[in-house]
């Protein structure tokens, strides 16, 4: 496991392979399901500066291949966070990164302000992209709105900097540019598709986010037109579901991945990516660092 | 770790739509009556979330209706197949004293987690009285009950077996002859709420197990919510049990 | 089968399902495959102005619940089109739509031009959205490009003019809207999501466009979307493969359904698909028009 | 309409790995050497196709080799379950003249079509000659040709059975005892590849059968393609049978 430790911008990583923010709870949660050795890092779910009550019910839809989820980021505020949860997450001794999102900007600058000076943090993760909670544009999907919020986001604090970007672009590199100029330490591609499900029951059409494995081609496609056009690491994740494709994410340009989906599906995915990782690295005696982008090329 | 894989031990199947399944029991802890477990079926992308139906040191079984994809590729499971599971999951019906008149209330398939209700209520010898409804005689399981010392009192839709009522009518009628002072029930969601409406009236204490399409079975995704006076709780990691006040029923 | 006939603009169709360019070939190759009653119109993959050899193989790859291609619009050029294949076609007596793309506007612009008064050719269907022609941006990546290709496109022609919509962008709306204003008169929506497939045998990544059941929420969404803001006719398509999902299309505001991918793997399908509707309009005692959008609402 | 779901009739699995399957015969044309059918097997979501390994008026015979989730799925079909196939599609191999002297050439499953290659020349009293060669004893299945007055030269890789040389050997040492007129051959590309190359230098007309993933399998989708001196040529409806000349060997 050991060889597996990285890091990742000041970062420091138990392994490449993180939990995916809205899918891993407060953080603190799944200490009996899942072994925490084998991921990277602890990230919360996305918390808003304050306490939201999210969507109501129906939240999850089924498909084949994955799901959508409208949860409307349903949590508990970012007082009651730091209150409630982060003396226990401090405890854990492992890099911990708390997700930022919000309805406005002014919030989400708040949540930021109160968080930077607290002990125990060592990055912010803004979910610039979340589509659920406004109907119309995201953050994420216009360049000059990533690049004014990232930058008053630097203002404010010194802690490591994640942008998260959404997948509902004509263009991700314009966007990760942005976040890249502003200031952004490290780019986590991609949040989920926009998705719509009919329920025949309800008679009703439902939006959500969609995720799982059925969203693996684009992830790793835009993961990889990203790579080649910014300087800072990416995060990548979206319908990982294996060691072989959390591999090919890396590859693509990844320098760490994110598994939200298939990891809540099956908890010991994480301890089995990094088995093949770590198998990969011995098979082919090559250094974690040299294989991110191995199948790929900067451009620039 | 509440993730386990386990061996299907036995399995019967009943009226080709019901089946009662045993598995190795590897859990952690005594599992409780309303508890779950998360079971990756093979046949569907989500686990599917299934009561525990009753509990020995070897074996824990499972009672459930062949619906869907995920129910459906259970049911063709042969013994010795290892299953994933999580569990046991949620919370559970809440202790009581022996004194107490107690209800169970179960309609259709909600006779699972009543089995394993019973199950205890005659282990720690307390009394009690079932109520237990469902379409038609071929919709009932009551053969799997334990046996005991207990009021049961059968209904159907159609009349098939038992009195040609639903089981709240059955309900309503024995509430009126004598007011339990605690109830236990799951069911359809419809059952659930007239229950929980009429003992609210009636000011009778119910527990009722919800169901939810459920994502993670753990608490963290946040999907599985119902309206409450205390808010949105998940039906997982809050419920599946809880108190009929505190549900908003609509 | 007469109850599913009906006018989309100035189209008759027999049905209501239409395949999707790129997988009926020129259109008559599948008549001892496929029941012709049952397809609304004939449908030809894309044509360039001259004869193209289209990419290198391999060409397709696989997943659990779709595929991505990257054929590279290979097709005998508009003239040879015109020689060896119009002739069949108007003998099979269906609505004809001719797909037309290419690498550059005046090929474009040339091959309508040329189509244009030739006989039995009833709608031009602009593939503005191929993305495997260009790396870079396509024209239906961007709206001001739409406006302008549409505009020159209705100068040349006086055939119904159907403006086929590309998936990979922020705003789907703003791209329709334009081929709208520019004098389309019928959208038809969506082309393949841009994907990523590595190949483990020969080490390599390779670029093309998914499709199939994997796409139809987003394809779902984007139609839906789509619908509030246009008020020209729109075609759905995007992962359709059941009687069902082209109803939840047609509920989202499409007035017809186009099929791909699962026409090609299960050739009776469009056969079920009418049933479907059938059945649907039937028991519901309504009639076809009336479901269009019926679980949507115009915003405008 | 050469869309058919049709009964599997039966089937024999060998060494686990290799199946031969009888489904009904449903054409509406008469099969010819070469051709194949395109089967919606269930555990892969594009079809598989798999040649024609022989045909009566009865059922049609396929033999395949279990690689990944479509042929496993195949292989466990039982009988009397309905497959979806369509068929006869692709080209054949060319018909020959009496005199010709013909090698069929056959390295691993690319048996399949030379089975029905085979059956063909033996009911038309033609002559020939079959090189077959596998990896091991435990590949060859050479108990499926037919019965006849042909010559039979087998290898394998390891020297399990037969000769211990690749049939590409075998073939080398063949045409300098007695060169054929034409060479029927399929099995993996390198194999193909190095026949092609070998029949352009020795000037013999060999035709060999390609493989290539396949979506439509009808012509319509271009996408499995191959380069030939032609341009791209569609496997599934310019072949799956070309002439050696024809195809561009990378
Ligand atoms: C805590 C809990 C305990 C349960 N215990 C039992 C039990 O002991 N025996 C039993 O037969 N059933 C039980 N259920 C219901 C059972 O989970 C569903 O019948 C099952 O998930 C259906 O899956 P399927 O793939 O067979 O059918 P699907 O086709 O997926 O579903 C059939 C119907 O079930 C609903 N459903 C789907 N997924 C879920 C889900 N995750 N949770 C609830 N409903 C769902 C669907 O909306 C649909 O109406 C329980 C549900 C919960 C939440
Ligand atoms: C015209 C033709 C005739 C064939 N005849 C036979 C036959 O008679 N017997 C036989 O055993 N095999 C035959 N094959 C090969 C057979 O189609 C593949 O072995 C099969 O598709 C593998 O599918 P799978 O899901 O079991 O394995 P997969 O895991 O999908 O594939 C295993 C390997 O086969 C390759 N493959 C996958 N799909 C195809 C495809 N559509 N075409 C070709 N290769 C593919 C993959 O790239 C991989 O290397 C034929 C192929 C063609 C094109
Ligand atoms: C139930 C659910 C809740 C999510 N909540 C959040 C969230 O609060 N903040 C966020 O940035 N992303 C959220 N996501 C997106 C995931 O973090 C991830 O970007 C996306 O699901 C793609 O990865 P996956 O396919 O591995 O799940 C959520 C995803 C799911 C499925
Ligand atoms: C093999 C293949 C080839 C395609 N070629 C074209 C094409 O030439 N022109 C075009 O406009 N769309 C083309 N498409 C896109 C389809 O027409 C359709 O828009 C897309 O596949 C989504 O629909 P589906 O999921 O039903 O396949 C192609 C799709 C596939 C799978
Ligand atoms: S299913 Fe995830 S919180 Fe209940
Ligand atoms: S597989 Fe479609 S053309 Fe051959």
New binding site residues.
């Given amino acids: 496991m050991k060889k597996l430790q990285i890091k990742l911008s000041k970062l420091k990583l138990d392994t490449p392979v993180l939990p995916a923010s809205g899918t891993f709870g407060y953080g603190d949660e799944l200490i009996d399901i899942i072994d925490y050795q084998y991921i990277g890092a602890i990230i919360t779910k996305t918390l808003t500066w304050k306490e939201n009550a999210g969507n109501p019910p129906p939240r999850i839809w ?1 498909f084949q291949n994955g799901l959508m989820n409208s949860i409307g980021l349903q949590n508990i505020g970012v007082r009651r966070f730091y209150e409630e949860k982060l003396e226990i997450l401090r405890n854990l001794n492992k890099t911990l990164i708390v997700s930022i999102g919000g309805k406005n900007q002014d919030d989400i600058f708040k949540s930021i302000e109160f968080l930077s000076n607290k002990k125990g943090i060592d990055a912010l993760e803004l979910n610039l992209s979340c589509p659920n909670i406004e109907t119309n544009k995201t953050i994420a999907e216009n360049p000059d709105f990533t690049f004014k919020m990232l930058k008053e986001a630097r203002r404010l604090t010194n802690k490591v900097l994640i942008a998260k970007l959404s997948p509902n672009v004509t263009d991700i590199c314009e966007v990760g540019l942005a976040a890249e100029q502003a200031g952004a330490d490290i780019l986590s591609a991609v949040n989920t598709f926009k998705g719509l499900y009919y329920d025949w ?1 309800r008679e009703k059409m439902y939006a959500g986010g969609v995720s799982g494995p059925m969203i693996f081609p684009m992830a790793l496609r835009m993961v990889f037109e990203l790579y080649r056009k910014v300087s800072i690491p990416i995060i990548g994740l979206g319908g990982i579901n294996s060691g072989q494709k959390a591999l090919e994410m890396i590859f693509s340009g990844a320098s760490a991945v994110g598994i939200g989906t298939s990891l809540v599906i099956m908890p010991d995915l994480a301890s089995r990516v990094c088995q093949v990782i770590l198998d990969y690295l011995n098979k082919t005696r090559k250094n974690f660092y040299s294989v991110i982008g191995s199948r790929n090329e900067k451009k620039h | 770790m509440k993730h386990k894989k386990v061996r299907v031990l036995s399995k019967k199947i009943f009226n080709g739509k019901y089946v009662e399944l045993f598995f190795e029991n590897r859990f952690d802890s005594i599992p409780q009556p309303g508890q ?1 477990v998360h079971i990756f ?1 093979g ?2 992308f ?1 686990r ?4 525990i ?1 009753g509990y020995s040191p070897e074996k824990i079984r ?11 590729k259970l049911a063709e499971l042969s013994n010795g197949t290892k299953i994933d599971i999580l569990g046991p999951l ?1 919370n559970s019906f809440p202790g009581i004293e022996k004194q107490q008149k107690i209800y169970l209330v179960a309609g259709g ?1 909600g006779i ?2 009543i089995l394993f209700v019973a199950d205890k209520f005659i282990q720690s010898g307390n009394d009690f009285k079932i109520l237990y409804g469902a379409r038609t005689k071929n919709d009932l399981l009551d053969f799997l009950l334990p046996e005991g010392n207990y009021k049961k009192i059968i209904s159907t839709d159609d009349g098939s077996a038992g009195e040609k009522a639903t089981v709240i009518e059955i309900l309503t009628k024995e509430i009126l002859k004598e007011k339990p002072d605690i109830i236990f029930s799951a069911g359809p969601f419809a059952m659930l709420k007239s229950l929980g409406l009429l003992c609210a009236k009636e000011n009778i204490d119910a527990y009722v ?1 919800l ?4 994502f993670c079975g753990l608490g963290v995704c946040q999907g599985c919510v119902v309206e409450t006076t205390l808010g949105y709780q998940r ?2 990691k809050d419920g ?1 049990v809880f108190h009929n006040r505190l549900i908003k029923w609509k």
Avoid: H
């Fill in positions: 089924e029951n | 779950f079926t046949g569907a989500m599917r979330p299934l009561s139906a499972i009672v459930f209706q062949i619906k869907g994809p995920g129910t459906k949620g398939i699972a987690p197990s169901e939810n399409v459920m039906v997982c599946p």
